[in-house]
Protein backbone atom coordinates (compact mmCIF):
# COMPACT_ATOMS: atom_id res chain seq x y z
CA UNK A 1 0.00 0.00 0.00
CA UNK A 2 1.07 3.67 -0.72
CA UNK A 3 1.61 5.66 2.09
CA UNK A 4 0.90 9.50 0.81
CA UNK A 5 2.43 11.02 3.98
CA UNK A 6 5.74 10.85 2.06
CA UNK A 7 4.79 12.18 -0.72
CA UNK A 8 5.74 16.26 -1.16
CA UNK A 9 5.20 18.69 -3.98
CA UNK A 10 7.67 21.66 -4.38
CA UNK A 11 6.12 24.24 -6.80
CA UNK A 12 7.65 27.22 -8.06
CA UNK A 13 5.06 30.47 -8.00
CA UNK A 14 1.37 30.21 -6.43
CA UNK A 15 -2.07 28.90 -8.18
CA UNK A 16 -3.39 32.01 -9.54
CA UNK A 17 -6.57 30.23 -11.38
CA UNK A 18 -9.47 30.07 -9.08
CA UNK A 19 -10.35 27.02 -10.80
CA UNK A 20 -7.58 25.42 -10.66
CA UNK A 21 -7.52 26.20 -7.17
CA UNK A 22 -10.34 24.84 -6.36
CA UNK A 23 -9.52 21.18 -8.68
CA UNK A 24 -6.38 20.94 -6.19
CA UNK A 25 -8.16 21.65 -2.84
CA UNK A 26 -10.75 18.74 -3.59
CA UNK A 27 -7.83 16.30 -3.97
CA UNK A 28 -5.78 17.71 -1.24
CA UNK A 29 -9.73 16.96 0.58
CA UNK A 30 -8.55 12.81 -0.59
CA UNK A 31 -4.70 13.25 0.80
CA UNK A 32 -4.65 15.78 3.32
CA UNK A 33 -1.31 14.54 4.31
CA UNK A 34 -0.05 15.33 1.04
CA UNK A 35 2.53 18.24 1.31
CA UNK A 36 2.24 20.98 -1.25
CA UNK A 37 5.20 23.91 -0.46
CA UNK A 38 4.72 27.09 -2.89
CA UNK A 39 8.43 28.41 -3.24
CA UNK A 40 9.95 31.29 -4.95
CA UNK A 41 12.98 29.28 -6.08
CA UNK A 42 14.19 25.23 -5.25
CA UNK A 43 17.20 24.33 -2.42
CA UNK A 44 17.52 21.01 -4.00
CA UNK A 45 20.34 20.30 -1.51
CA UNK A 46 17.71 20.05 1.33
CA UNK A 47 16.05 17.44 -0.31
CA UNK A 48 19.28 15.31 -1.43
CA UNK A 49 19.37 12.56 0.93
CA UNK A 50 19.96 8.98 0.79
CA UNK A 51 15.82 8.90 2.11
CA UNK A 52 14.81 11.22 -0.55
CA UNK A 53 13.81 10.64 -4.01
CA UNK A 54 13.64 13.68 -6.31
CA UNK A 55 11.87 13.94 -9.48
CA UNK A 56 11.80 17.00 -11.53
CA UNK A 57 8.96 16.79 -13.74
CA UNK A 58 9.12 18.34 -17.57
CA UNK A 59 7.63 17.18 -20.90
CA UNK A 60 11.42 15.66 -22.06
CA UNK A 61 11.04 13.39 -19.07
CA UNK A 62 10.45 10.02 -18.89
CA UNK A 63 6.19 8.72 -19.06
CA UNK A 64 4.29 6.41 -17.22
CA UNK A 65 0.75 5.08 -17.79
CA UNK A 66 -1.21 5.75 -14.30
CA UNK A 67 -0.41 1.52 -13.11
CA UNK A 68 3.22 2.21 -13.47
CA UNK A 69 3.39 5.48 -12.06
CA UNK A 70 1.91 3.80 -8.57
CA UNK A 71 4.13 0.72 -9.10
CA UNK A 72 7.04 2.87 -9.04
CA UNK A 73 6.15 4.98 -6.05
CA UNK A 74 5.55 1.65 -4.42
CA UNK A 75 8.72 0.53 -5.18
CA UNK A 76 10.52 3.49 -3.75
CA UNK A 77 9.33 1.83 -0.11
CA UNK A 78 9.93 3.66 2.56
CA UNK A 79 11.82 6.64 1.20
CA UNK A 80 10.73 10.41 0.63
CA UNK A 81 9.39 11.31 -2.88
CA UNK A 82 9.86 14.72 -3.57
CA UNK A 83 8.05 15.99 -6.95
CA UNK A 84 9.65 19.31 -8.55
CA UNK A 85 7.53 21.74 -10.58
CA UNK A 86 9.22 24.89 -11.81
CA UNK A 87 7.02 27.84 -13.07
CA UNK A 88 7.03 29.29 -16.99
CA UNK A 89 10.66 28.26 -17.50
CA UNK A 90 10.90 24.97 -16.28
CA UNK A 91 13.34 23.25 -13.77
CA UNK A 92 17.00 24.22 -14.41
CA UNK A 93 19.29 21.80 -16.29
CA UNK A 94 20.90 21.56 -13.08
CA UNK A 95 18.38 20.76 -10.43
CA UNK A 96 17.56 18.09 -13.62
CA UNK A 97 20.97 16.56 -13.53
CA UNK A 98 20.77 15.83 -9.80
CA UNK A 99 17.42 14.44 -9.73
CA UNK A 100 16.63 10.95 -9.39
CA UNK A 101 13.82 10.67 -12.15
CA UNK A 102 12.46 13.36 -14.66
CA UNK A 103 8.86 12.66 -15.15
CA UNK A 104 7.01 14.05 -17.71
CA UNK A 105 2.82 14.16 -17.56
CA UNK A 106 2.37 14.04 -21.43
CA UNK A 107 3.75 14.70 -24.51
CA UNK A 108 1.83 17.61 -24.53
CA UNK A 109 2.75 21.23 -22.75
CA UNK A 110 0.95 22.13 -19.58
CA UNK A 111 1.01 25.46 -18.07
CA UNK A 112 3.00 24.87 -14.92
CA UNK A 113 -0.50 25.79 -12.44
CA UNK A 114 -2.21 23.12 -14.38
CA UNK A 115 0.58 20.50 -14.20
CA UNK A 116 0.18 21.20 -10.47
CA UNK A 117 -3.33 19.76 -10.61
CA UNK A 118 -2.97 17.32 -13.00
CA UNK A 119 0.05 15.77 -10.70
CA UNK A 120 -2.24 15.45 -7.74
CA UNK A 121 -4.97 14.17 -9.49
CA UNK A 122 -2.22 10.97 -10.13
CA UNK A 123 -0.99 10.66 -7.26
CA UNK A 124 -4.37 10.31 -5.85
CA UNK A 125 -4.76 8.00 -8.88
CA UNK A 126 -1.48 6.18 -7.68
CA UNK A 127 -2.53 5.80 -4.13
CA UNK A 128 -6.32 4.60 -5.36
CA UNK A 129 -4.50 1.52 -7.42
CA UNK A 130 -2.75 0.65 -4.45
CA UNK A 131 -5.18 0.73 -2.29
CA UNK A 132 -7.69 -1.43 -4.79
CA UNK A 133 -9.83 1.56 -5.25
CA UNK A 134 -13.03 1.86 -7.65
CA UNK A 135 -11.15 5.53 -8.36
CA UNK A 136 -8.82 4.02 -11.01
CA UNK A 137 -11.49 2.13 -13.01
CA UNK A 138 -14.31 4.84 -12.80
Known sequence: MLKNNRLKI???GKIKKLWIRDG???YKKRIPELIINELKTFNIHNLKSNNNIIISLSEEGKQFNSLELSS???NFKNKKVNFLIGDTDGISSEIKEKSDLILSLSSLTFPHELARLILIEQIYRA???SNNSPYHRS
Open 72 to 74: LLL
Open 10 to 12: YAI
Open 127 to 129: ISI
Open 24 to 26: INQ
